[in-house]
Nanobody
């Protein structure tokens, strides 16, 4: 089994940048798909991005395409989400999740979740 811990959240102004990290322990990420999700109170959890570490395939929600970049460093057992040109509507608690072997839009197809990290985009 794998355990996940997110870090890097915080307060940033609109147009700014932030990088989130998802560190794994207990297992390597070589054969997992790692997804980033976000959730606002009262709304469903939303898929943001995903990387399949078996083949490197990446996916992005239309709302973040061109602004966010997902990457993995298997030597450090860490997945990153680089967020640029942030907007107020990006404000949410961000979670990373491990599942797979392929990426999925649906949270129920991921078996392991981190505790979440808060991102606030505000002037």
């Amino acid at each position: 089994q794998v355990q996940l811990v997110e870090s890097g959240g915080g307060l940033v102004q609109p147009g700014g940048s932030l990088t989130l990290s998802c560190g794994a322990s207990g297992s390597t990420l070589d054969h997992y798909a790692i997804g980033w999700f976000r959730q606002v109170p009262g709304k469903e959890r939303e898929g943001v991005s995903c990387i399949s570490n078996s083949d490197g395939t990446t996916y992005y929600a239309n709302s973040v395409k061109g602004r966010f970049t997902i990457s993995s460093d298997n030597d450090r057992n860490t997945v990153y989400l680089q967020m640029n040109s942030l907007k107020p509507e990006d404000t949410a608690v961000y979670y990373c999740a491990a599942g797979g072997p392929k990426c999925s839009d649906y949270p129920y197809q991921y078996d392991h979740w981190g505790q979440g990290t808060q991102v606030i985009v505000s002037s």
